[in-house]
């Protein structure tokens, strides 16, 4: 399709059907694009901005350094009866009990034989802690994969969820009584032809997934920006069982990088930065960007962990564009154009309209710019 300042192309191979669309009365399919300029302008070259295009250039990044990235989301988010948020699909004060998951069950599990249907595979669904909020964990994947099972899910929830009178948001937190939404991104390391873990090494994280987290925890203030991408992300962070700091720790839920570190196979990394806001594309990308720093300049993490003194991670949206931009070495791997793009929107689209907004009055602009859209 020719449009005046991009082509967008489908991707080959990414047409898959959407069972509950049109309450399954016809037969309704999607597919994955990727924008690319005009032929007439840079002779038709893909857009660096463009996000899938983003996270597929630092995985062919990773690909010449012998490596592969096996990833999958936790992706959270909140479901409510009314369309001003204040009113939650359950109020959370009995959690993970049998009797509210009778009660969820019919959303739960149209959600995921939906998905299901549509290739997109979910490994486990539950409500979690706080009023309207569930939890569906994607199953791991190879390269972008991860990312496009996010993004299928993320709309599959809006549209069922609407379907049923209902509203879905996977704003970062979607209303003073409720608890926040992150969107937790578990990945690790593998051969080429992905037969052998290479973060694990006789028992612990090997020398490879140290380097890759100096790496994250080297570049976490900036890392914030497009992992925690709204105002709005920032009513999450430096709260209980959020990131406060750029550190790691062993199954510590309170720290940026929390190491899961079983058998072979069994061993990754959790960045726990993302909100439930954020692109999938861009945190893969921006992760896999840190990582590959860690990994060249051989930025070994084994001292940082469990860092009280850790660099502290940006409070406010406007500190992280300014991380972001002042971190060189990720702006490079990223692009010059993406960051350029992002900090300008981000900064014209948003911080400047809660600037100049009062603090008692904040919160209900970003109800409006977030909670229906995101």
């Avoid at 597919?31 to 690319?36: D, G, I, K």
């Avoid at 994280?205 to 925890?217: E, H, K, T």
């Avoid at 500190?319 to 993406?338: F, M, W």
């Amino acid at each position: 399709m020719l449009g005046g300042n991009a082509t967008v192309c489908p991707v080959l191979g990414s047409l898959h059907s959407l069972p509950w669309a049109a309450e399954g009365q016809f037969r309704v399919g999607q597919l994955l694009c990727e924008t690319f300029w005009p032929r007439h302008y840079l002779d038709g070259a893909a857009q660096s901005v463009c996000p899938r295009y983003a996270a597929r250039r630092q995985l062919s990044r990773l690909g010449e350094l012998g490596y592969r990235l096996k990833s999958g989301f936790e992706a959270e988010f909140a479901v409510f009866r009314t369309a001003d948020g204040a009113t939650p699909l359950f109020d959370g004060r009995d959690l993970y009990t049998g009797q509210l998951l009778a009660a969820v069950e019919p959303l739960l599990y149209a959600l995921e034989i939906g998905l299901a249907a549509s290739g997109v595979d979910v490994l486990t669904l539950q409500t979690e802690c706080g009023p309207g909020l569930i939890e569906l964990a994607l199953a791991p994947a190879f390269d972008v994969a991860a990312a496009d099972a996010m993004f299928r899910l993320r709309e599959a929830v809006k549209e069922v969820c609407s379907s049923r009178g209902l509203f879905a948001t996977f704003m970062a937190k979607p209303a003073e009584s409720t608890r926040t939404a992150g969107m937790h991104f578990n990945h690790s390391l593998w051969s080429p032809d992905t037969k052998h873990d290479q973060f694990y090494a006789d028992g612990r994280m090997s020398d490879v997934g140290l380097r890759w987290l100096g790496g994250l925890v080297s570049h976490g203030p900036a890392l914030t920006a497009l992992c925690a991408p709204t105002v709005n992300c920032y009513r999450r962070l430096h709260r209980l069982a959020t990131p406060t700091r750029a550190d790691w720790g062993i199954d510590n839920r309170s720290r940026a990088f929390r190491v899961q570190c079983g058998a072979a196979g069994a061993t990754f990394v959790e960045n726990r930065i993302a909100s439930g806001s954020a692109n999938p594309y861009l945190v893969l990308a921006a992760t896999v960007a840190a990582g590959i720093d860690g990994l060249l300049t051989g930025s070994d993490a084994a001292d940082r962990r469990d860092n009280n003194e850790a660099q502290v991670l940006p409070k406010t949206l406007d500190e992280a564009l300014i991380a972001l931009q002042s971190d060189s070495v990720l702006a490079d791997a990223l692009g010059a154009e993406l960051v350029d793009w992002f900090v300008r929107v981000k900064r014209e689209t948003e911080t400047a309209r809660i600037d100049n907004t009062d603090e008692s009055d904040a919160f209900a602009v970003e109800r409006e710019l977030y909670f229906k859209f995101l």
